[in-house]
């Protein structure tokens, strides 16, 4: 199982924050000009300090996935308003799913120009929804917040 290739917390932190700075490297080099997932990312972030949705790293795996995904010239500006949509459509998937597999593990689609260790890269995807899948009331918590999330984001389209 994925459990047992986790490294100690300090490592894992570690390898996570570089890992996600590479990724980002990685597609700031290669994406077009005037490029919206950046502007995704940030609107995001901002929505969720006033939800409690509690699961906001799921919300930047998802982006990580998308940009993994769609390709890069999709992610003009003018498709900003797709793209919000693909983000929110991705995690009500994940939610009526109850799985959301980590972006650094057992990714058959990450860029070869992020080096992870080997025990991230042979390992068995391991789900950030896990607690969703055993516990009911956990998914219906996630439901309401995710619902408000998709309020606030409605909220800050319109009016700013």
């Known amino acids: 199982p994925a459990e047992d290739f986790i490294p100690p ?54 982006v990580m996935h998308l940009l993994t995904l769609i390709p890069l010239p999709a992610w003009c500006h003018r498709d900003f308003l797709m ?3 693909d983000i929110m459509q991705y995690v009500n998937c994940c939610l009526e799913e109850k799985r959301l597999n980590h972006f650094f593990f057992a990714n058959e689609d990450m860029p070869k120009e992020i080096n992870l260790p080997p025990a991230f890269q042979i390992s068995q995807p391991l789900n950030l929804f896990q607690k969703l899948a055993q516990d009911p009331d956990a998914q219906d918590v996630a439901w309401l917040e995710f619902n408000e999330l998709k309020n606030q984001l409605r909220r800050q389209l319109f009016y700013g």
Request: proline letters at 2%; one cysteine or more.
């Open 9 to 62: 917390s300090t490592t894992w932190l570690e390898t996570f924050a570089v890992a996600e700075a590479m990724f980002f490297q990685h597609i700031a080099k290669r994406a077009p000009r005037h490029s919206c997932y950046l502007k995704c990312l940030q609107l995001c972030a901002r929505i969720l300090e006033s939800t409690d949705f509690s699961h906001n790293y799921a919300m930047k795996t998802v």
């Open 83 to 85: 793209r919000l949509d």
